[in-house]
Structures are given as structure tokens and as C-alpha cells.
């Protein structure tokens, strides 16, 4: 139905009602749109508003939302759109409370006009509503299709949820779902990190093929990605002004924003409004995030959009919820695997953890036909500086060892506290030769590092390599006879395990 069908012909004069709380306001409207109406009633608060309809039905409603402090009284407001007696209600909204918009839509059709205007903007507004009439604008698509294409973007959602273990992933269906609403151009998500740090998670355009958010890069929009908190546009983009506050911002013209190169950046892209949806938190306090869709075209939401809006962002929430659930068992996992295979007082691998390693590298040396060393090492006269010095320094004494140690390895070489005192190293891809220099290296930099409270020790080695068809435990027998050989042979030394 165009705006020209929906037109209600109206007997004459039109009798007008106004709404804004200041008076310098009221007689601007009354100059500058006074001559519209045959009869027009001016009022300065929602409640005087009220009792006028009630005294006098009024053929159009103007509430102004200029100026009316954030505090207002939006149930009362709501009202009076509810109670309107089959009037018409243009609703004139500035930019910062275009959150308001949404709520009062609920209540019953309604026309808006984001401000701010200037008087002939005004008047121009004012006239073509009361010549065109006040159906509401028609939206892009007949509501049948758009019910379908509102069931299909919900469904889309829903599988996006199978995403959900991963808040990127899951953010990026989200917003190629979301491209599926009628005449979104590109749909974005934010996540506020660990409540502070707004983030964009993910965002899509339409494809190349269609018109619209081609190529619209929000990071080079919005001059960054991460703490978009402390961003210069967090006044000005729905998406973030969402985010930060908690409710619903809409800007149905670019210019609204009162930023001109961001203005200039959405129209270049065939951007024309933008709405900024909250993401509920599970509690109380600051929202998870925003979701943010871009439209090609102004246009007014059906209830049936508004609540689908709804939907989506509880469904954002809840997909958001289930990936920080994932991520918490992978961390909780994670510290149960290490709690597992790692040695709490050195942080290297634990016995039975070097074993199930050493059975992995023996496979892969077999598979890739490479050499591989075991080297077996023990500090000298332990016993000692547990005695002289106490428990704590030989602590701190195996952690120093262990610590040094790790340094001089490869990336690819394992570490194992095999005993009390005494460690392995796999080490994967090398011979009995570069074993023994490896092993060389080690008992030179123990010798050389001083440690904490005991001065200096050092260590004795054995070496040892995989033999072609050999175990695990054979080669673990023969790298300990030949540590056992260096000890004999005085300590300090390394010795190379016989075949
Ligand atoms: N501080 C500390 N000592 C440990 C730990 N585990 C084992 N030990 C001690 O390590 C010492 C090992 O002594 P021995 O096996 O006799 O060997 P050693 O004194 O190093 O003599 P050699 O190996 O023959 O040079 C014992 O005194 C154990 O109590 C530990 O976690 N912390």
C-alpha cells in the first residue's frame, strides 16, 4: 500500500496537538507549523497532554522529544500513543533518544522523524504527513514475505548456535543470518571483553553482486576493532552507542549523528540507517554487547520486526554465553591436562607423561626412518646439599637445573623429570653423536650457572640411541647402565650407552 492510498481525507481544519516541555520550543513549532493546522493546541508536559485529549479529541498528535530529559516518564508517553483516539502521531526524536523509539512503536503505528531539524525541515515534515496522511510507511516488502524472510533470518540464527563453542565463529553466522533480514546491508556484532573492552566480533555485507554495504569495512570506519569503549564515535554509532548504554539506538539518516565523515562513509555505501540492538547479559550490569544491521533504506518496523529483534538478541546472548561456558571448560581442561602431565615443582613433563612421549617419538622415528636420543641426567651428590643447605634450597636447586636446561634445548626436545633428581630429554631427529654433544653442552652450562643458596653442582649423563627395532624400556635400560658408568667414572661427565 504506497503513502498516497493510505492518505485519510480529512475534514478541515485539521486541529493539531503539541508536545514539548520547553516554551520557546513550543512557540518555534507554532510559527513555523502553526499555519498547517486550523486549530492547534500546545502542551508542555506528557500528563497536560493527557487532559487536553481527553477535554478535545485532537486530529494529529506532535510529540516532540527535544529536550525532555532522559528521565521521562515512557509508560505515560506510551500511553498517550496508545490512548490517541485513532489520531495519528508523529513522533519528532532526536538522535541521542532514539533508544526511546522502539517502546513507544510497541504501543501503536506511529510516524517519526529523528532531529535534529531545522524550521523548514520541520515544516516540510509536518506538511507532507498531513498531506500524504498517516498510514505508516510501508515496509520494503509485503508482510507475508517478510514474515517468512524474519522466520528465515530466526532459523539461520539458530544454526549459527551449532557455532557456539567459538564466539568469532559463532559471530560471523550470526552476521551472515542476520544479512538475510529484509533490506539489511551489512550486519555486525560487538562483545564487551571481561566488561571492558568492546570488540568488533564479526561483521558481513552483502555480497558483491547485490547493492548496498559493499566492501564496508567497520574497522576502518570506526578507526579501530578493539577498545571501542574509548572510541571518538562511541556518542555516534549505533552499534557502539548499544553497546555502552544498553538500549536501542537507531539513526535513520547518516547526517543524524553529527558526524561528518562517518555520514559521508555509510552514504558512499548505500547505507541509509542503522539500528544498534543491545545484547542482554545474563545479570545485571553493563550488556555483553550490540548487534548492529545497516539498511539500503529508511523504514518504519512492523511489530512483528520489533520482536524478532528481540529474539535475536537474546539468542546473540545466549550463543555468546555458550561459547564463554566452552571457553571456560577448554581453560579448566587445559589446567587438569597440565595438573597431569606436568611436574609441579619444575613445570617440565612428569614421568608417566615423558613416557607416553618417548612411546610417540619412537613411532614417528620408525614412520620417518630418523634417529632419535635419549639422554639421561642426575645431579651429582644431591643428597648433600639437601643435608648441608635443607629441602628448600634443593628445591630451588631442581628448579634452576631444570630451568637451564630447557633454555639450551630445541623447541622439538621434551623434557622430563624422570625421579627426584634425575631427567631425561627426548630428543627427536638426532643421532648418537649429536647426542653426546648435546649432552656435552648441558653438563658445561649446570657446571657453569650458579645456584641459589648452594653455590654450584653439576651433573653426570648418560646417551643413548633408538636402536632399529628396540622398545622404549630397553632404551631407558640402556641410557641408565650408562649414566650409572659416568658416575662411577668420577661424575661431572657424560657416557655413551653401548648397543
Ligand atoms: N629437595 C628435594 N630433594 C629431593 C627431591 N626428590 C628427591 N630428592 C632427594 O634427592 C636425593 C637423591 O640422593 P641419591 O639418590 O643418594 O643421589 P645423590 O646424592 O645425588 O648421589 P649421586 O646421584 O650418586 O651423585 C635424596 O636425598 C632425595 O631426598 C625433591 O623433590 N626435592
Known amino acids: 500500500m504506497s503513502q498516497q492510498e493510505g492518505a485519510r481525507t480529512r475534514p478541515e481544519p485539521i486541529s493539531g496537538l503539541y508536545l514539548n516541555p520547553v516554551g520557546q520550543r513550543r512557540l518555534d513549532f507554532q510559527q513555523a507549523c502553526g499555519a498547517l493546522f486550523g486549530k492547534l493546541r500546545v502542551a508542555g508536559g506528557i500528563e497536560e497532554a ?8 485532537a486530529d494529529v498528535l506532535v510529540l516532540d522529544l527535544e529536550r525532555f530529559e532522559p528521565g521521562i ?18 513522533l519528532l526524536c532526536p538522535f541521542t533518544n532514539a533508544r526511546w523509539l522502539p517502546s513507544l512503536m510497541a504501543h501503536g503505528p506511529l510516524h517519526y522523524v529523528i532531529g535534529p531539524l531545522a524550521p523548514e525541515q520541520l515544516r516540510e515534515e509536518v506538511a507532507a504527513r498531513l498531506h500524504a496522511g498517516f498510514a505508516p510507511a510501508a515496509p520494503a516488502t509485503p508482510a507475508e514475505e517478510e514474515l517468512a524472510a524474519l522466520l528465515g533470518v530466526r532459523s539461520d540464527a539458530q544454526q549459527a548456535l551449532a557455532e557456539a563453542d567459538d564466539s568469532i565463529r559463532f ?5 551472515v543470518a542476520l544479512l538475510g533480514w529484509p533490506g539489511v546491508v551489512h550486519a555486525s556484532m560487538f562483545q564487551l571483553r571481561e566488561g571492558k573492552d568492546l570488540r568488533l566480533e ?33 556518542h555516534a554509532f549505533p552499534g557502539l ?8 539506538a537507531l539513526l535513520d539518516a547518516p547526517e543524524k549523528a553529527g558526524e561528518a565523515e562517518l555520514a559521508a562513509t555509510l552514504r558512499g555505501h548505500g547505507v541509509e540507517m542503522v539500528l544498534g540492538l543491545p545484547i542482554p547479559a545474563s545479570g545485571p550490569g553493563a550488556p555483553r554487547g550490540a548487534l548492529c544491521l545497516m539498511f539500503g533504506e529508511r523504514r518504519a518496523f512492523s511489530q512483528a520486526q520489533l520482536a524478532a529483534c ?14 564463554e561456558l566452552m571457553r571456560e571448560s577448554e581453560e579448566l581442561l587445559g589446567r587438569v591436562t597440565q595438573l597431569a602431565t606436568l611436574d609441579a615443582l619444575t613445570g617440565v613433563a ?76 627426548i630428543a627427536p631427529h638426532t643421532s648418537a653423536i649429536d647426542g653426546l654433544k648435546m649432552a656435552e653442552k648441558l653438563r658445561a652450562a649446570i657446571e657453569g650457572t650458579e645456584m641459589p643458596g648452594c653455590d654450584h653442582v653439576t651433573i653426570s649423563l648418560g646417551v643413548a640411541q633408538l636402536g632399529e627395532t628396540e622398545s622404549g624400556d630397553s632404551l631407558a635400560v640402556r641410557v641408565n647402565a650408562a649414566l650409572a658408568r659416568a658416575k662411577r667414572a668420577g661424575r661431572n661427565c657424560v657416557e655413551l650407552a653401548m648397543q
Open 241 to 248: 552507542l548499544a553497546a555502552a548504554g544498553g538500549e536501542t
Open 310 to 323: 528481540d529474539d535475536l538478541a537474546q539468542l546473540a546472548a545466549f550463543g555468546l554465553r555458550m561459547a
Open 202 to 234: 564479526a561483521q558481513s555485507g552483502q555480497p558483491a553482486f547485490l547493492p548496498g554495504a559493499r566492501g564496508l569495512d567497520l574497522t576502518a570506519v570506526l578507526g579501530r576493532g578493539e577498545r571501542l569503549l574509548q572510541s571518538p564515535l562511541r
Open 350 to 425: 612428569n614421568r608417566r607423561h615423558g613416557e607416553f612421549l618417548m612411546e610417540q617419538e619412537i613411532r614417528r622415528a620408525r614412520r620417518y626412518r630418523v634417529p632419535l636420543a635419549l639422554i639421561a641426567f642426575d645431579i651429582d651428590r644431591f643428597r648433600n646439599i639437601n643435608d648441608s643447605f635443607g629441602h628448600p634450597v634443593g628445591d630451588v636447586v631442581l628448579r634452576t637445573v631444570a630451568d637451564t636446561a630447557r633454555l639450551l634445548l630445541r623447541s622439538s626436545d621434551v623434557l622430563v623429570r624422570s625421579g627426584g633428581e634425575e631427567f631425561q630429554v
Open 73 to 90: 516518564d515512557l509508560p505515560l508517553l506510551a500511553d498517550l500513543v496508545a490512548r490517541r483516539e485513532g489520531a495519528p502521531v508523529l
Open 50 to 57: 493527557g487532559a487536553m485529549l481527553e477535554a478535545e479529541a
Open 171 to 175: 559471530a560471523e553466522r550470526l552476521c
